[in-house]
């Protein structure tokens, strides 16, 4: 089993910033770790992607958040998202996710960062 832990959730003013991290644990190897990455969930939308990075290091983030957010890694089973210039519509639950060379999924619990205007 894999598991994914994230921290850093929280309420935050308009403008404002915080961190998420995110920590794998369980029986999985770090090589076999393809993309770690955060999505996140409105109320009443779809979960979207907001920032991937892949075990090369390359990044991927939605137009969203481009500018504003900052993926990056401590090792290949933890990984961190600074959110800087938060703005109420970056108001979700975010996920955090792993992709195995297998192709399987794995997911956080999610945590919630309200940003209040």
């Known amino acids: 089993q894999v598991q994914l832990v994230e921290s850093g959730g929280g309420l935050v003013q308009a403008g404002g910033s915080l961190r998420l991290s995110c920590a794998a644990s369980?029986?999985?190897?770090?090589?076999?770790?393809?993309?770690m990455g955060w999505y996140r969930q409105a109320p009443g939308k779809q979960r979207e992607l907001v920032a991937t990075i892949l075990s090369g290091g390359i990044t991927n983030y939605a137009d969203s958040v481009k500018g504003r957010f900052t993926i990056s890694r401590d090792n290949a089973k933890k990984v961190h998202l600074q959110m800087n210039s938060l703005k109420p519509e970056d108001t979700a639950v975010y996920y955090c996710?792993?992709?195995?060379?297998?192709?399987?999924?794995?997911w956080g619990q999610g945590t919630q960062v309200t940003v209040s205007s």
């Open positions: 996710n792993l992709i195995t060379a297998a192709a399987s999924a794995y």
């Open positions: 369980g029986s999985i190897f770090s090589f076999s770790i393809n993309a």
